[in-house]
C-alpha cells in the first residue's frame, strides 16, 4: 500500500524543568491524490499515547497538530510522534509515519529546605511558607522542601497564633546551589477591631455587610442600628475589608491591625436604585392577545397594546399586579422585581363570553362542505368556521355557497365553547375520494403529489391517498413523481357519497435523459515536459439531490471524450487516456475505469463514446461524484501535449 501522509516538521523542547507545561507541534503533509482525515499521536515515556484533534488535508497540503497541556516530570522523557489517516473504518498508521525518538533533558535545580521554629526553638509544623511564588506548608518535622531555579526570593511565612517578623521569617535571599535556611516565628497578640459606618452626611448605617478577611481569618459580620460591627480576637496581621449595603456604592480596603483596639470609620455614598423592565402580556383563554386591558403595579397604570403587551420600568421591589377588562374576570398577583422581566403572561377568563364558537356546515349526508361564507354576531368566517369572545345572547346566523340554497337562522350561545352544526341543502352533494397509485408491477408509489382540481393530497408508504370532502362533480386529477415516473393526468367524477379509484403510473421510457451535463469547451492539458508518471485531472460534476430520491437508480451512464495532440517532438506512437469515475457506492469511496480512449500517431484526434456503469449508484443524499481523467504511457520523453475534453455527460434511466 503506497504511502499517504509524510511528516515534514516536528518541534519538541529539548529540556526542561520538572513540572514545566509544554508543546508538541507536528507537521503532516498529505501525498496522496485525494483528501485525508488525519490525526497525530505522542507516545510519551512517562504517560503512554496522546493524541491531537483530528483535520481534514486535501491532496498535496500540508497541516499542523499540536498536542498541548503536557507536564514535564522529575526524570527525563522521550517521546515517538505518529500520524494516522481514517480509512472510513480505522485509524490506519504505518511506519512511514512515525517519527522519533526525541528526548527532553531534565534540568537539575538547586534544593531548598526550609525549616521553621519558635522563638524558644521548637519545632513549628503546619508552617505556610512562601518563596516567591512557590508555596509550601511544613511537615511534621517543621521542613519545607523547595526544588527551584536558581536566583532571589522573597520568603515570608504565616501560621495563625504567629508574627512573622523581619529577619526572622521575612527575609530575601539568594539560591545558587543547594542551601538550608531556618526561620523563626513568634506568638502574635490579638486585638479587638471595631467598623463603624456612616453615609455621606454622618449618620450611621444599619445593617451593612462588613466581610473581614486575612492570615487565618475570614468572618462576616452586619452593622447594628449604631452602625457597628465589631470583632474580637484577631491576631495582628493586615486584612482586607468590605462593606455592602443595597442602594450605597461598596467600600474596600486593607486594614493593619497592630495594636490592642483597632477603630475603622467607613463611609458609603448612596446611589440610584437601579430601575428593571417588567412586560406582561395579557391574552385571553385562547392566548389571543387582549387590547386595551387595564394593568395596575402599585398605582402604576398601563393599558396593554394592540399585541396584548404593557411594559414598565420600575425600582427594585415587590409589586402587585392587577389586570383587568369590562367582560373578563380581573387577575392580581405579586412580583419580586429584582431583574428584568420580560416573560410574564396573564390570562383573563371572559364573563358571560363564548371564548370560541366552531361552525360545522355539512350537506344531508354528513359531508362537510368546505368554502362557505359563514356571519354570526358582526363576524365573518371561511373554512375553518371559528368565532371568539362572543358576548352570551341569541343570534342571526347565515350561511352561503355558491350553488346551494343560502341558509339563515337563528342559534343562542350560552357556553364558553361552543358547536354549531349546519346543514346546507339544494346542491350538488358532496363526496369523498379515496385512491390507490401504483407502478406496472402493481406496487404502490409514495410522496406522489396528487392534485384534484386544487386540492392537494400525498400518497403514504403504499400508494394511498384520500380526499374527505368534494363537491360532486368531475375534476381534473394530475399525478406526479418527477423525475422516476411520468405525470398522470385525467378526468373523475365525484359522485354523493365514497368514490375511489385506482391509477397506474409509468416510468419513464428506456434511455430518457434524466439530467444532463456539458463542459462548456473546458478542457484539461497534459503539460510539455511530462518525463514519468501518470496525469490525472479532477472534474467534479454536481447532480443536484432531485435525482438521488428513494428507490431511484440510473441505469445508464454516457461520457463523451476527444483527446487532441497539439504538437511536440518525439511524438509517441500511441497515448491512452482512461476516464473514470470516483464516487460513494456501499457507504465507501470507490473508483472504476469507464473506459479508454486510444490515440495513434498520425490521427487528429481521438473520439470515443461508451455506455457504461449498469447499475450506477444507489442511496439518499449523493449530489455529486468526480470523473478523473488520467494519461499514460508512464514513460514519455517527448514535448507532446494533449487537450482532453468532456464533450457530454449524460444519465438515463432504464
Request: net charge negative; hydrophobic share 35%.
Amino acid at each position: 500500500m503506497a504511502d499517504k501522509l509524510a511528516i515534514t516538521q516536528v518541534v519538541i523542547p529539548s529540556e526542561l524543568n520538572a513540572g514545566d507545561s509544554y508543546n508538541i507541534s507536528v507537521t503532516v503533509e498529505n501525498i496522496s491524490t485525494v483528501t485525508q482525515t488525519v490525526r497525530v499521536g505522542a507516545l510519551i515515556q512517562s504517560i503512554g499515547m496522546v493524541y491531537s484533534s483530528q483535520k481534514s488535508i486535501s491532496a498535496g497540503s500540508s497541516s499542523t497538530f499540536t498536542i498541548s497541556g503536557l507536564t514535564m516530570p522529575n526524570a527525563d522523557e522521550r517521546v515517538y510522534v505518529q500520524a494516522f489517516y481514517w480509512d472510513g473504518a480505522n485509524w490506519v498508521e504505518g511506519a512511514a509515519y512515525a517519527k522519533g525518538p526525541y528526548d527532553i533533558k531534565l534540568v537539575t535545580m538547586p534544593r531548598l529546605s526550609i525549616r521553621t521554629y519558635d522563638m524558644e526553638g521548637g519545632v513549628v509544623t503546619g508552617v505556610k511558607v512562601d518563596v516567591g511564588s512557590y508555596s509550601k506548608t511544613s511537615d511534621s518535622q517543621g521542613w519545607a522542601i523547595f526544588d527551584i531555579p536558581a536566583g532571589t526570593y522573597k520568603v515570608f511565612c504565616t501560621k495563625t497564633g504567629y508574627t512573622c517578623s523581619p529577619s526572622y521569617c521575612d527575609v530575601t535571599i539568594t539560591v545558587t546551589g543547594d542551601r538550608t535556611l531556618y526561620l523563626y516565628l513568634s506568638p502574635s497578640e490579638t486585638a479587638t477591631v471595631t467598623f463603624r459606618v456612616y453615609d455621606n452626611e454622618g449618620n450611621t448605617l444599619s445593617n451593612v455587610k462588613v466581610g473581614f478577611s486575612g492570615v487565618g481569618v475570614s468572618q462576616t459580620k452586619y452593622t447594628g442600628t449604631d452602625g457597628r460591627a465589631v470583632f474580637y480576637d484577631i491576631p495582628y496581621n493586615p486584612y482586607n475589608y468590605t462593606c455592602l449595603k443595597t442602594g450605597y456604592e461598596s467600600a474596600t480596603g486593607t486594614l493593619y491591625v497592630n495594636n490592642p483596639s483597632v477603630t475603622q470609620n467607613v463611609y458609603l455614598t448612596s446611589v440610584a436604585p437601579p430601575q428593571y423592565k417588567m412586560k406582561i402580556g395579557v391574552l385571553d383563554s385562547y392566548y389571543q392577545a387582549i387590547v386595551n386591558a387595564t394593568v395596575v403595579a402599585d398605582g402604576n397604570t398601563k393599558y396593554s397594546d394592540s399585541d396584548g403587551n404593557v411594559e414598565f420600568l420600575l425600582p427594585e421591589g415587590v409589586y402587585t399586579v392587577t389586570c383587568s377588562k369590562t367582560g373578563y374576570s380581573p387577575v392580581s398577583f405579586q412580583v419580586d422585581l429584582d431583574q428584568d422581566l420580560v416573560d410574564l403572561f396573564v390570562t383573563l377568563a371572559p364573563e358571560n363570553v363564548a371564548g370560541k364558537v366552531l361552525v360545522h356546515v355539512n350537506d344531508s349526508a354528513g359531508h362537510g362542505i368546505p368554502g362557505a361564507i359563514v356571519s354570526l354576531a358582526g363576524q365573518t368566517a371561511s373554512d375553518p368556521y371559528l368565532f371568539f369572545n362572543i358576548p352570551y345572547g341569541t343570534y342571526t346566523i347565515q350561511v352561503s355557497k355558491t350553488g346551494w340554497a343560502t341558509y339563515t337562522g337563528s342559534v343562542t350561545i350560552n357556553q364558553p365553547e361552543q358547536i354549531i352544526n349546519i346543514v346546507l341543502t339544494g346542491g350538488p352533494g358532496m363526496g369523498s375520494l379515496q385512491g390507490n397509485i401504483r407502478d406496472v408491477a402493481g406496487r404502490g408509489i409514495s410522496d406522489v403529489q396528487v392534485a384534484v382540481n386544487g386540492f392537494m393530497a400525498t400518497t403514504n408508504a403504499y400508494g394511498w391517498f384520500k380526499y374527505d370532502s368534494l363537491e360532486a362533480k368531475q375534476y381534473a386529477i394530475k399525478c406526479s413523481r418527477p423525475p422516476i415516473y411520468q405525470d398522470y393526468q385525467g378526468t373523475i367524477t365525484i359522485a354523493p357519497g365514497e368514490n375511489s379509484v385506482n391509477i397506474v403510473m409509468e416510468a419513464v421510457a428506456p434511455g430518457d435523459t434524466v439530467w444532463r451535463h456539458f463542459s462548456n469547451e473546458d478542457f484539461y492539458r497534459v503539460p510539455k515536459n511530462f518525463l514519468t508518471g501518470t496525469a490525472e485531472f479532477a472534474c467534479p460534476i454536481y447532480l443536484g439531490t432531485e435525482l438521488f430520491e428513494r428507490s431511484a437508480k440510473v441505469d445508464d451512464v454516457q461520457v463523451s471524450v476527444t483527446v487532441t495532440p497539439t504538437g511536440g517532438i518525439n511524438t509517441p506512437a500511441e497515448r491512452r487516456v482512461i476516464v473514470s469515475y470516483i464516487g460513494f457506492q456501499g457507504g465507501k469511496v470507490e473508483e472504476h475505469e469507464i473506459f479508454r480512449a486510444i490515440w495513434q500517431a498520425g490521427q487528429d484526434e481521438a473520439v470515443a463514446t461508451v455506455s457504461a456503469l449498469k447499475d450506477f449508484f444507489y442511496g439518499l443524499g449523493l449530489n455529486m461524484f468526480t470523473i478523473k481523467i488520467a494519461t499514460l504511457p508512464m514513460m514519455w520523453l517527448g514535448g507532446v501535449e494533449f487537450k482532453i475534453k468532456i464533450d457530454e455527460f449524460v444519465l438515463a434511466r432504464f
